[in-house]
């Protein structure tokens, strides 16, 4: 058994000596020539920033490497120790006790934010108002009547609400009792799930109302509005007597909040240039959505979109390197 | 005829005696569960008796980051040279040096590969299986997924070999330890396969990193476990004579294992090889989700944007390299070593390994002249994607309403009120009827591991996520069982009908679920039928399967004999085909728990709220201890169902005189 092992460990060693003898030292490119670890994450905009930011640093000269993760659970272990070197969206709406718990660890760094701001609230098609007239308004969804035309058998009387995944940060149960609201609040596992109700539904002008985000394809595609709550502010979630309901938290809407850009605490010291040009990165929401939708609506591909827009803003770049 | 005797032996008493104690048990939970009041504590586990095993583990996970991350992380550089040596082979080409002026060495042509999978198909089984690994190469190559797809394999061509070099030792020594693996092995190995995957992302982050070394490592932990058992089970079937006559020629312990032991049990091993592979293209998702990238990373995306069309045929084309690496080892598996002739040269010896490297070496040097060697050129893509889309459209617009009223009435009427009765069922009835029911079926020794899984369940605070996860499973592999064994009775009477389903099967085996999760919740909206009907679709495949092998191999000669004596085609059905097949079918139905077992992380996605949401939340959380913890209530769950369903089939072939 042992000799077995041992040869496998030997082989593999040796493997390895031989491909690190094998790589020609490198010409000299801008402080280290070790890739940056960008990372992809399941969602377009994300993946759009991504490729635009590494585009960038690739004409600056870095080796930029692109490795597939997990959203949330990277921002405690990717990040902390640089296998992942930068992550270019994490929302305050939905990541916000993941970036406390990464902050606390002092291995990663903010960036800053990335532009565009974060907008997550109840959201309907527009053709629900016929059947519920009051809207906008957060009040008439109050109306039996109104919660009706939201109803599926399972739930009637009362309406039916999607919400997103648990994991989410939604304050949605919390949310409906505070408000009073005759709805039953039913959460998709993740977000693919939420968004084939959604196309499901609006094919057949069929009634339903879900938690949609912005940045997002999905309000470009479907015509709908959200439902205007109490503003949210960060009382509303910690002061029970603070709005409608003095006896409870969460009487409000959702938090608006900004997306920042997350780095490895060591690339500050790794690449320098290459950091400024993180830290400087941002890009204008409209721009953005309307890049997603080149993606998403139009069927090209990322890479594409991404060269575009780096060739099409060269000036802009250029300054953030300097 | 053995049923009838014992009626009349003197073991009646104790069949009585049995009985008394089920109803006693029954009635006792039965009043627990009307009147929880009288003791609330064996209804609902207190919360101030959890065993904070959760965080126990953390700690643990903690400390192992703290002090050994220097061992992991080399363990990661010493994987990760074969695995970049492959990647780049296969997918993305060398590079040397950086920026304008670095040196690029081209990846293996498209059309080499196609060409070489081609010649391997000829090699191991003619003209026919060349054709189908090429036509497999180049649906792949048509439809665009060439480039994730080679990733997939140059994941799969380094896993695989790990799995089976790992998987012969550890099964040369349990077969010559037993005790070794009556002890850890056999436990390991069932938990490997039972734990879900997601349970273990998190610690393998935190030790070996974000990179494609620790997809290959999960995927390697969940493959592992059948070659391991096949490796046993080779050793074990080389007959009597052939280990004796390696003694006597006078080979040493080591000499008889390698030229003779192993040789002897190729068939067997080669199965194993087989199921490996299988399995590892089973976790081609899960890894991408860990810097892997590749196939299962597309379909994942292509979900997000609810590109049902792209994710199906990035789906399908996982399909097709399992095919092709499936009929291929399979084959590889029935060649029959030939007998090696003196004084031929390598080319001659292998003609078509040396005609697959030369086609492969010409192609990829063509390529650096001719772009449309080197990479599928545009033109000749092609998509069925909308087509796809269109179908799942027309279904929604046309058949929602009927699909609604059905979804509607199973759940009030099913599902609901099954849920209810589980989720409200007293932990320690539930404790007490499963270990009572372990020690009728096989003994005190069952009885007491059944008991202390069940007890987990409910020591960690998780006994309601527990029994929601015990109704979706066991509602789903019920009716997965009832389809799939009329359907496996159907397949082995008609071989047409057959022909028809084996194909759906491996597709819906091979298929990532993901790809028709997204269509159903569309059809079936968020909820526990969608759940139930993804669950069905990927479990109901070892039922059709074992049930049509075990009537299917029940001797012609016993067949006759009901037919000389007179049986009708009700009696021989009834008497003699089912009786006789019954233990494949018991041994495809536990096959059929643990599938349904294996889905509810899957489930987690459309949103289920019982472990696999757990697991989930965990993942989110980056917290390793309670993910692993729902992973062991998880594993236990299906642990406690294999034993109790295991013993059940024993005592069932006892009693029918079958053994």
């Given at each position: 058994m042992y000799r077995y092992v041992k040869g496998v460990l030997t082989g593999g060693a040796c493997a390895a000596l031989l491909s690190l003898a094998g790589?020609?030292?490198?010409?000299?490119?801008?402080?280290?020539?070790?890739?940056?670890?960008?990372?992809?994450?399941?969602?377009?905009?994300?993946?759009?920033?991504?490729?635009?930011?590494?585009?960038?640093?690739?004409?600056?000269?870095?080796?930029?490497?692109?490795?597939?993760?997990?959203?949330?659970?990277?921002?405690?272990?990717?990040?902390?120790?640089?296998?992942?070197?930068?992550?270019?969206?994490?929302?305050?709406?939905?990541?916000?006790?993941?970036?406390?718990?990464?902050?606390?660890?002092?291995?990663?760094?903010?960036?800053?934010?990335?532009?565009?701001?974060?907008?997550?609230?109840?959201?309907?098609?527009?053709?629900?108002?016929?059947?519920?007239?009051?809207?906008?308004?957060?009040?008439?969804?109050?109306?039996?009547?109104?919660?009706?035309?939201?109803?599926?058998p399972d739930t009637a009387p009362k309406g039916r609400y999607l919400g997103g995944p648990v994991t989410w940060e939604g304050f949605d149960d919390e949310r409906v009792e505070a408000l009073g609201l005759p709805f039953t609040v039913v959460h998709a596992g993740t977000d693919g799930a939420m968004f084939a109700e959604l196309d499901s539904a609006y094919q057949r002008k069929a009634p339903i109302l879900l938690w949609i985000y912005s940045p997002h394809w999905a309000p470009a595609k479907y015509q709908g509005e959200w439902v205007q709550f109490p503003e949210y502010e960060p009382a509303c979630y910690t002061d029970p007597k603070w709005g409608v309901n003095p006896d409870k938290k969460y009487d409000c809407g959702k938090p608006h909040g900004e997306i920042w850009k997350y780095s490895w605490k060591g690339l500050k010291d790794k690449w320098p240039g290459a950091y400024k040009v993180a830290k400087a990165y941002t890009i204008d929401v409209n721009e953005l959505n309307k890049l997603s939708g080149q993606v998403d609506l139009d069927g090209k591909s990322i890479d594409d979109v991404a060269a575009q827009w780096i060739n099409a803003n060269e000036a802009k770049w250029k300054e953030w390197a300097k | 005829m053995t049923v009838a005797d014992t009626r009349t032996s003197p073991r009646a008493p104790a069949i009585a005696g049995w009985t008394l104690i089920w109803v006693a048990a029954v009635a006792c939970v039965a009043i627990l569960y009307m009147l929880p009041d009288i003791a609330p504590w064996a209804v609902k586990y207190p919360s101030d008796a959890v065993i904070p095993i959760a965080d126990w583990i953390s700690a643990f996970m903690a400390w192992l980051k703290t002090n050994f991350t220097w061992l992991t992380r080399s363990i990661t550089d010493v994987f990760n040279v074969p695995l970049q040596w492959a990647i780049s082979l296969l997918a993305k080409g060398w590079k040397f040096g950086y920026g304008p002026d670095a040196l690029t060495l081209p990846r293996l042509s498209w059309i080499g590969v196609c060409a070489a999978f081609a010649l391997a198909g000829y090699a191991f089984g003619g003209i026919r299986l060349a054709a189908l690994a090429a036509g497999c190469m180049i649906y792949i190559a048509l439809f665009g997924q060439w480039d994730s797809a080679m990733l997939t394999l140059a994941l799969i061509a380094i896993s695989v070999p790990l799995c089976v070099i790992f998987g012969l030792l550890l099964g040369i020594l349990a077969f010559r330890k037993p005790w070794i693996d009556r002890s850890i092995i056999q436990p390991m190995l069932d938990l490997m396969q039972t734990m879900p995957t997601f349970a273990y992302l998190i610690p393998m982050l935190l030790l070996f990193g974000n990179s494609p070394v620790s997809g290959m490592l999960a995927t390697a932990i969940f493959a592992m476990p059948p070659m391991v058992r096949s490796t046993v089970l080779a050793l074990k079937r080389v007959p009597h004579e052939i280990d004796d006559f390696g003694e006597m020629v006078g080979c040493t312990q080591r000499q008889k294992l390698l030229k003779v032991l192993l040789p002897s049990g190729r068939p067997t091993l080669m199965v194993g090889v087989n199921q490996v592979i299988m399995l590892a293209l089973n976790m081609v998702i899960i890894s991408s989700m860990i810097g892997a990238g590749g196939l299962g990373y597309d379909v994942l995306l292509a979900l997000r944007a609810l590109k049902i069309g792209q994710s199906m045929e990035a789906g399908l084309a996982i399909v097709a390299l399992a095919i092709v690496l499936d009929r291929l080892s399979q084959a590889a598996a029935r060649q029959r070593p030939s007998a090696h002739v003196p004084d031929q040269n390598f080319v001659q010896r292998y003609p078509m390994l040396t005609a697959a490297v030369a086609v492969l070496a010409g192609t990829t040097v063509l390529s650096h002249f001719v772009p449309a060697f080197a990479s599928v050129p545009a033109a000749i893509k092609m998509s069925t994607a909308p087509w796809w889309k269109a179908v799942v459209d027309w279904v929604n617009i046309h058949f929602f309403d009927a699909i609604e009223a059905f979804r509607t009435f199973l759940l009030l009427y099913i599902l609901n009120p099954i849920r209810d009765f589980l989720v409200g069922f007293p932990w320690l009835g539930m404790v007490l009827l499963v270990g009572l029911a372990g020690y009728r079926l096989s003994g005190a020794r069952l009885a007491v591991i059944v008991v202390l899984m069940t007890a987990f369940c409910a020591a960690t605070g998780l006994w309601e996520k527990s029994m929601a996860t015990l109704y979706l499973c066991g509602v789903s592999a019920i009716v997965a069982a009832l389809f799939g064994i009329a359907l496996g009775i159907a397949a082995s009477r008609s071989d047409r009908f057959a022909a028809f389903l084996m194909p759906i099967c491996d597709t819906l085996q091979t298929l990532p679920s993901f790809c028709f999760i997204i269509p159903v919740v569309m059809l079936f909206r968020v909820g526990d039928v969608t759940a139930m009907i993804a669950t069905v679709l990927f479990a109901i495949v070892p039922a059709i399967r074992y049930t049509n092998h075990g009537i299917r191999q029940i001797p012609e000669s016993l067949i006759e004999a009901a037919t000389v004596s007179g049986c009708t085609r009700r009696q021989m059905f009834w008497r003699v085909q089912l009786p006789l097949a019954l233990p494949e079918i018991m041994l495809g139905l536990n096959q059929t728990v643990l599938l349904a077992l294996s889905m509810i992380i899957i489930c987690a996605m459309i949103g289920t709220r019982d472990l696999g949401q757990e697991v989930f939340i965990a993942l989110a959380k980056a917290d390793a201890g309670r993910g692993l913890t729902a992973g062991f209530a998880i594993a236990f769950i299906g642990i406690v169902a294999d034993r109790l369903l295991r013993a059940s089939t024993d005592r069932l072939q006892s009693r029918l005189g079958l053994v």
């Open positions: 790589l020609p030292q490198a010409m000299a490119a801008p402080e280290s020539n070790d890739p940056i670890k960008i990372a992809l994450f399941d969602w377009t905009s994300v993946n759009l920033n991504a490729k635009i930011l590494g585009g960038i640093l690739t004409k600056l000269g870095y080796n930029v490497e692109y490795p597939t993760a997990d959203y949330l659970s990277s921002l405690t272990t990717g990040l902390t120790n640089g296998d992942i070197d930068i992550g270019v969206e994490f929302w305050d709406t939905t990541a916000a006790e993941a970036m406390k718990a990464s902050d606390a660890t002092g291995q990663t760094e903010r960036l800053g934010a990335l532009g565009p701001k974060a907008k997550e609230e109840w959201w309907y098609p527009l053709y629900m108002k016929e059947k519920c007239p009051g809207l906008p308004d957060w009040k008439a969804l109050k109306d039996p009547k109104c919660a009706e035309a939201f109803s599926t | -």
